[in-house]
């Protein structure tokens, strides 16, 4: 089971992530696309929009904003 770093910090679950959303994103260029699963965040890829919008690609197949899951998980 793969667990982002931020699932941890947005939910307060005591646990590691196996990888940081920011520092996956950080190096993604426009147009990338790159396929990593978060189990608790409930995302199997993650997707650079050429404006630089990072979206996730949920396990339902629905394409959703980064900003707008967070923003769903913390509050």
């Known amino acids: 089971m793969n667990y982002s770093k931020e699932f941890f910090e947005w939910t307060k679950k005591i646990g590691e992530g196996n990888f940081s959303i920011k520092e996956v994103s950080t190096g993604m260029l426009p147009g990338d696309k790159v396929d990593i699963t ?5 995302f199997i890829q993650m997707i650079k929009e050429m404006d630089g919008t990072l979206m ?19 509050d």
């Open 56 to 74: 996730l690609k949920m396990n339902d197949g629905k394409i959703e904003k980064f900003v707008d899951i967070k923003h769903w998980i913390i």
């Open 38 to 42: 978060c189990n608790g965040i409930g």
